[in-house]
């Protein structure tokens, strides 16, 4: 059964920057992409972008560009984001989910709250 | 492409029906996935290929639509139905959601 579990909750001041982490366990890392995904809070998904596991290519949606970096190590079987420049606005929960190509996100982690606070 | 859910918020008596929309503006084929997410919770995947239950999904969630045009029928709507349902192109990235519809009792 695919898990994925990710690291805890973080307060950061503005400037600063988070990583957060997502571990697989149950199924084969490198047959799926891991997707992060951003809920502020009383907001909806907002899709981030993608790494492949397999190749180490990632792929980020356009608001994030230059602001995020996507990683993954295959010998621990865990996905990294990290997220520069953290301004108040990027207070949100942030969500982990696997996606098998021409499937979609079918299994997704328990979220990491990061709180942008001075 | 922009996924443009509606309603916002939809009020449903136990029992009743409800749909609800999703609209895609450029075609995404069949790739669109619909999630439901309850407070507190992450999203958990209920419909895929427009129209295939996923694992363990009751059968009172339907999907239907193909193209542009998607809706999310949930037919006797039970109390642990509440929450907020998205939408979402998959087919390729970037993987947009639409905004969500809030469904409440």
């Known amino acids: 059964q695919a898990q994925l579990v990710q690291s805890g909750a973080e307060v950061k001041n503005p400037g600063a920057s988070v990583r957060v982490s997502c571990q697989a366990s149950?199924?084969?890392?490198?047959?799926?992409?891991i997707h992060w995904v951003r809920q502020a809070p009383g907001q909806g998904l907002e899709w981030m972008g993608r790494i492949n596991p397999n190749s180490g290519g990632a792929n980020y949606a356009h608001k994030f560009l230059g602001r995020v970096t996507m990683t993954a190590d295959t010998s621990t079987t865990t996905a990294y984001m990290d997220l520069n420049n953290l301004r108040y606005d990027d207070t949100a929960v942030f969500y982990c989910?696997?996606?098998?190509?021409?499937?979609?996100?079918?299994?997704w982690g328990q979220g990491t709250l990061v709180t942008v606070s001075s | 492409i922009v996924m443009t859910q509606s309603p916002a918020t939809l009020s449903v008596s136990p029992g009743e029906s409800a749909t609800l929309s999703c609209r895609a503006s450029?075609?995404?084929?069949?790739?669109v996935a619909w999630y439901q997410q309850t407070p507190g919770q992450a999203p958990r995947l209920l419909i895929y290929g427009a129209s295939t239950r996923a694992t363990g999904i009751p059968a009172r969630f339907s999907g239907s639509g193909s193209g542009t045009e998607f809706s999310l029928t949930i037919s006797s709507l039970q109390s642990e139905d509440v929450g907020v349902y998205y939408c979402q192109k998959y087919n390729t990235w970037p993987h947009t959601f639409g905004q969500g519809t809030k469904v409440e009792i």
């Open positions: 989910a696997r996606l098998k190509s021409g499937l979609p996100l079918d299994a």
């Open positions: 450029q075609s995404v084929r069949s790739s």
């Open positions: 149950g199924y084969e890392f490198t047959a799926y992409f």
